[in-house]
């Protein structure tokens, strides 16, 4: 029986109220990642996969979800976490999460493009979700677009930019909600800070 003052970690000590074991806190990982390009984002590989996985990269113990998937020949942004409710909230598509991209195209779209892009793009037997698109920079060779997306389709950005006349030369993905890749570069990865995952809880809760 307790006395006033006592202490325990319900982690490694058999803490019951009225014969109930109360249970531990779950220790949730939150961990940013800058995937390189030519690494899957899956957490385990397929049959005959000789390329490295994204959980590689991470040396730490304990099943982590991937979120946000990236295709191996793009870059950015990729959140891993052991919080199975957050994820989920941050995958589905019916929550509308936006995720940023820097997107390397050939050529130079006219604004007729961009416009058309923006309205939403057939894709198939659906029609893409209208996405904000702006110019960074511009050539008659290649153009940097940042392109913000509230959907997540299979190689949407890619399909959308061929078949608008202007394929990707390089995709990275720049932000999740408001969490940032920052100055992180390819491979390298962190830690959230309390008060990022308290903001990102706060967003998906909204």
Known sequence: VAQLGDKADP???DVRVDGKRLAAEPEYVYILLHKPRGVVSSNKAERHERRRLVRELVPHKGHLFSVGRLDAESEGLILLTNDGALADQLMHPRYGHTKTYEVLVEGEPTRATLEQWRQGVPLGDEVAAPA???????SEQET???VVLREGRK???RRIASQLGHPVKRLIRTKIEMLEIGRLRPGEW???SPREVR???GKLSK
Not at 132 to 138: D, G, I, M, P, Q
């Open 199 to 201: 903001q990102l809880k």
């Open 11 to 13: 982690a490694v000590q």
């Open 155 to 157: 190689r949407q950005i």
């Open 132 to 138: 904000k698109v702006r110019v960074l920079s511009a």
């Open 144 to 146: 940097w677009l940042q």
């Open 190 to 192: 962190r830690e959230l």
